[in-house]
């Protein structure tokens, strides 16, 4: 797909300014035929809006003051919290459209071209500044077995689950990225892209995780 170097201006003057609105799946104006194909295997799925844990538990197990820690430890004090309402439309748009392109990702929105570095998408997403942006290769010192002998109860990372964790304080965060973040079938396994989420929390690594995120949107026509 070519991509124009710069994403589409907005016209300066109010009058010319279009009202952006999709008020059925014709508006969405998809063009090639991945994105046709994309929205086949999207249009008979459900949309719900994204499942949490129940504030009051995570309050009553002291969880909340945990998570609070965590996460500002992380960068992800203006992300993690945010309660904001879905579109059907917008969300079939997105997911329609989206595509990875040399330093970040392309996506059309409202029938507009959208262009986002790696760094404009995390700021856009609310992580801190701080927050290193390549998960992959600026975490340091990551060695997926040996981390994962440290935290649970195995000593080769296969087939892991969040119950093999000793710490109940992972166990809980990693539940909370399976629900809030990287939605699937089974929560319980622990990935690699958690696992290095895990490692960074621990050894507080600002850390955004905005290409996992991407990675996980990207997979959701084949969930």
């Not at 945010?82 to 059907?88: M, R």
């Not at 748009?93 to 790696?118: A, D, H, N, P, R």
Request: with cysteine.
């Amino acid at each position: 797909m070519s991509v124009d170097p710069t994403p589409t201006q907005a016209p300066s003057s109010s009058s010319d300014q279009q009202v952006k609105v999709l008020l059925k799946i014709g508006d969405l104006g998809l063009k090639t035929q991945r994105e046709k194909e994309v929205y086949q295997q999207l249009k008979n799925k459900d949309f719900i809006h994204t499942p949490t844990l129940d504030p009051i538990l995570l309050q009553e197990i002291g969880m909340d003051t945990e998570f609070n820690l965590i996460f500002h430890m992380l960068g992800w004090s203006k992300f993690w919290n945010i309660t904001e309402l879905g579109s059907h439309l917008l969300t079939l748009e997105f997911l329609c459209t989206l595509q990875y392109y040399e330093g970040g990702i392309v996506f059309w929105m409202f029938k507009q071209e959208i262009m986002l570095s790696w760094g404009e998408l995390s700021d856009h997403l609310g992580f801190s500044s701080r927050c290193i942006l390549n998960i992959d290769s600026d975490l340091p010192n990551f060695e997926r077995h040996q981390f994962w002998r440290e935290i649970s109860r195995d000593n080769f990372y296969s087939q892991a689950r969040t119950s093999d964790m000793e710490h109940p304080t992972l166990r809980m965060f990693h539940k909370w990225l399976g629900y809030n973040l990287f939605y699937r079938d089974d929560i319980r396994k622990v990935r690699v892209g958690d696992l290095q989420l895990l490692y960074a929390a621990i050894n507080k690594v600002p850390t955004s995780h905005a290409t996992l995120l991407v990675s996980h949107w990207l997979s959701i026509p084949s969930l």
